[in-house]
């Protein structure tokens, strides 16, 4: 049986994640679905595929998800608050205050993208690469996944 798509809700503001590697490279979230914030990975004026970022029954591993027309990936994303690490398991940092997030595995799987037509196409773009295997920086209007209320 297939999944249906999750329907999604605009979001108020757009929740930025910055590549502190590459600043050029970004995740811009821009709607709310059922169980994540999706919106699309962009390098400059181009984007690259859909993103999508949650956590698992509002609880637990916090994932990420990348694709496009070709193939798809997905993983574990790891949120710090500055150096800290964030752990559901303790209080200190709250989700809320998290500021940067490491995205585990998505320069791998860009580096063995399968794209037919253009089969370096990500393991070409060192930029690209780079950004997916550092820090991003979460934007002041996203508070661990949540949006500030304007």
Avoid at 11 to 20: D, F, G, I, R
Avoid at 26 to 51: D, H, M, P, W
Avoid at 79 to 91: A, C, E, T, V
Wanted: proline share 6%.
């Amino acid at each position: 049986m297939a999944a249906l798509p999750a329907r999604a809700v605009p979001l108020p503001l757009v929740c930025e994640l910055t590549s502190e590697e590459v600043p050029s490279i970004k995740i811009l979230l821009t709607e709310r679905t059922a169980l994540s914030l999706k919106g699309e990975l962009v390098q400059g004026r181009e984007t690259l595929g859909t993103f999508l970022t949650g956590q698992s029954n509002g609880y637990g591993s916090v994932w990420w998800s990348f694709n496009d027309q070709h193939d798809n990936s997905d993983g574990t994303s790891v949120l710090f608050k500055g150096d800290q690490h964030w752990n559901p398991h303790r209080r200190i940092p709250r989700p809320s205050e998290t500021n940067r997030v490491l995205f585990v595995g998505l320069a791998s799987d860009l580096w063995y993208w399968n794209n037919p037509y253009a089969p370096d196409h990500f393991r070409g773009n060192i930029d690209l690469l780079k950004a997916a295997a550092g820090f991003w920086t979460i934007s002041d209007r996203c508070l661990g996944g949540r949006i500030v209320r304007g």
